[in-house]
Structure formats: C-alpha cells, structure tokens
C-alpha cells in the first residue's frame, strides 16, 4: 500500500504543470491543446542581433547599412539580410563602399600589386611560356582540367597560389585569417577572427597574415619554415594527430637572426609607407643610409633633420631612430656594382626544387608524413581520409572566386637551405642577391594513376633578384661573398 501510494505522488509531480507553463485546454472533442507562449519582442534593426560593433572615430557616425547594406528597420533576418553586402570592402565591392568617401585611396589601390597581383600572375605564366600579360587575377584563364602546360599553371595560381592576397581571407591558420580588399590592411584579427570594425595604420601583424611562409616579412622577423615531413619539425610526435602544438602560421619555424631593423624597433611602414597604394617613388637602403646634407628627404613621410643627422620617427614604437650614414670605404668603392644585401644579408631563403602535382587520384597513404602543407585546405583533407573511413570528396577551393573543383594541389621540396646566400650579376650589371623563386616542377595526376605531366620545368633557371630582409653587419670577410664576379683589375 505504502509503495503504491509513494508511485502516485511521483506520477503526480511528474505529470504537474511548470509555474512558467499554461494548464492545458480543452477542446470540444476532448483534444488537449497547449497554448503557445507569449511572442518576445525583438529589436529591430542590425544592433538587435548584432549588438554593439566597435568603430574608429572616422566611421562611428556611420549607420551599419551605410556599408554593409540590408535594412536597419527590420527585425526579421530575410527582410533585415535584404540586398546584404558581408564584405564591403572587397575588391568586387570597394569602390562603391569604401570609395564614396575615399575615392582617391581606393581608386590608386585598385592599380597597386597588392590588388593586381600583376607582376607575380605574368612572371609565372611567361616562365612557362606564355605569351601574353594578364591585368588582374580575375583574368586567370580557367581550365577543368588543365590540358596544356599554361592550363596547369593557371590552374596552380588560382587554386594553389592565390590564397593570402585581398580577394580572400586566407588560410584558416590563427596568424593568417584576414579580411578582404581595404579591410585585409586596416582592420585588425586575432585568432583567426575580427577583432572590431575599428579602421586603423596597418601594423606588421597585418603585413605577415600575407608575408609569411619564406617570404619577405618572415626573414625580416627571423623565420625560416621546417620541413613539411613530420620527422623533421619540431616538436616531434609520431604521428601528426598527436602533435597539438600550435601553428599561427601553417608551420613551425626555425627562429633564425631577425633583421637588424627590426631589432632596433622598426616596423614594415616605416620603410614601406603605403605599400598598399600606388607609390610612385621607389626607396631603398641608399635613400635614407646614403642621404646627405642639402638633399631632399627621402619620401617615407616620417624622417627630419636633426643636428645635420637624419633622424626617422618610428611609427610603431613612437622613437627617433638616427639613421647611420655610409661611412666605409667598400660603399665607395663597390656601391654602384654590388647590391646592399649581397654584403649585409645574414641568410635567404634557398628551397629549390620546388615540387607541385595537381592529383585527382583518390590515393592519400603516400602523404602520411607530408600532411602539413602550408595549405589548411589540404592539411584538414589529409588528416581526414588518412584516419576516417568516410573520405571527403578530392576537392580544393579557387582562391578567387571560392568555387571548388576536382582535383588537389599538393607541394614538396627537393631541399630547403637557408645558409648559403645565393649572389650573381643580374642582366643590369649590378651584383646582387638571387633566389631559386621560379625553379618550380609541374606534374599531373588523373583519377587512374596515370601522369598527363611530369616535372614539368619552366624556360630559364628560375633564379631571380630577391632582396633578404636578414640586414646585418657585413663582417670581415664579405669581400669573399663577390669577389670572384669583379673583374680582374677590381679585385
């Protein structure tokens, strides 16, 4: 009886309204029917859902639709969404946005290489053989699949290539995530997400969310990348689903001697002020070290005179910085032949051969050490078909417009050096600092195994002028570095 009675009070409480519940209704057949709860009003407009967005004082007056489109008074999110615009300071998008108030900035970045990416798209195609000069990316010719040999490196540049630039967001890689168009510069991410609307200078995080991966801006911080196989990275685990450590950008790196500059404080704008935009002056080390008394100041904006010495205000830690003048008697007498670097550079960037094979063979156990590849895209798809029995599809995204195709790019070196500065005499007769940036091999896979290109090289060594940002004393010995390319009476 107890045990019966104690089963009815539970039923009872189970089976008993919520205080925030209505008793059931009635209707007239016998249905229950529960009353819907009271509608919660929402706020209309974009602060309803959004809430409060973080603005510099240049924009703050600005209503959200003002950039971004959509309605303001709305608070249904198809009505409000209506005619939206998510990045408004796109390329596709920049000038009806940003330049309504900045038309002059957005109309000379539009002509800059950081927008056309002109000289890298044209160096690449003509190595390969092509004829003639594209203006922008958007003019990439698109192939699927690649047929001839320019079809594969228009393929590789759209798919492979073009992945940090101001048409996309980049890798999903906690440094490297930016925005688009203007905002790729002026707005700040941290951890892969914006960190506020606030517009502002471009600081040097901005610069290496591109500048990364053995390129400029990674020697001027002293990185230089591991290898891509798992052996040879550090820390080490025995397989890749162990090694947690973080990768801001792709992959470790050794930490090799920053440029000089940058151990005195200097930033990437002090030397290169609206790189952004279309400059139409050129600077290099001679314009502020070779700089004289009665000379106009060199046209980075931020050096003055003091006391006959030039003096450059560092426009990220806020310091006068005096410029030292070229007081050796070796700028006398080798600095119209030999190039700065040639004697000043501590180290280079030297990865050659570089290997690249478009695969649309579902084939994946051969890539088990060489997951990372400085691609997110491709790292998270090896990861996933090497250990999970339902593989994603062999796909990769077209870094310009986002559309995915079939096939992956896949990329490995035949070694990566960076010790042995590479120096010869460029067709101006200037000695200078080379890299092996075009010593690239093609190859082609099909969905059969079979290899519709194999190795395919370029028409010259690929070696081109390059320029390290590893600045540094020159040392006893760096008449050694060039001797052997001045002529006899020179030496």
Known sequence: ????????????????????????????????????????????????????????????????????????????????????????????????????????????????????????????????????TLRAPGEIPVTTPPATPIALVDDLLRRRCLRCHVYTSGDDYPAVTHGTGCAACHLAFDNGKMKSHAFATPTDKQCLSCHYGNYVGSDYYGRYEHDYNWEYRTPYFSTTEHNTAPRPYGVESHDLSPDLHRQRGLVCIDCHPRNGHHIKKTIDCRSCHGWQPGQPLPPTGNVQVEDAVLVLNGRGDGRKHRVPALRHSAHRQYGQQVACQVCHGQWGFNDAPIHLLLSYHEEYE????????????????????????????????????????????????????????????????????????????????????????DNLGGQSSGLLPYTPHTTGHAGLFYLDRFRHLLPHESK
């Open 1 to 132: 009886m107890k045990r019966s009675l104690l089963l009815f009070i539970i039923l009872l409480v189970l089976t008993s309204c919520r205080p925030d519940e209505s008793p059931p209704q009635q209707q007239a057949g016998g249905t229950a029917v529960v009353q819907p709860a009271a509608e919660v009003p929402v706020k209309k407009g974009c602060g309803g859902c959004h809430g409060t967005v973080l603005l510099d004082p240049a924009h703050q007056q600005l209503a959200c639709v003002s950039c971004h489109g959509g309605e303001d008074d709305e608070s249904r999110i198809d009505k409000a969404h209506a005619g939206l615009v998510a990045r408004p300071s796109h390329p596709s998008h920049a000038a009806a946005t940003c330049g309504s108030c900045h038309p002059r900035q957005v109309a000379d970045a539009a002509q800059a290489t950081h927008y056309t990416l002109a000289n890298k798209i044209n160096q690449i195609r003509h190595h390969f053989g092509a004829r003639d």
């Open 366 to 453: 051969p890539w088990e050490r060489l997951t990372v590849q400085a691609s997110s895209e491709v790292e998270s798809l090896l990861n996933h078909n090497l250990y999970y029995s339902d593989e994603e599809p062999l796909v990769m995204r077209d870094g310009l417009n986002g559309e995915v195709r079939p096939g992956v790019w896949y990329q490995g070196y035949g070694q990566r050096r960076w010790e042995q500065i590479l120096v010869a005499r460029d067709s101006d007769g200037v000695i200078k600092v080379f890299r092996p940036l075009l010593d690239l091999r093609l190859s082609m896979v099909q969905a059969d195994g079979r290899a519709s290109f």
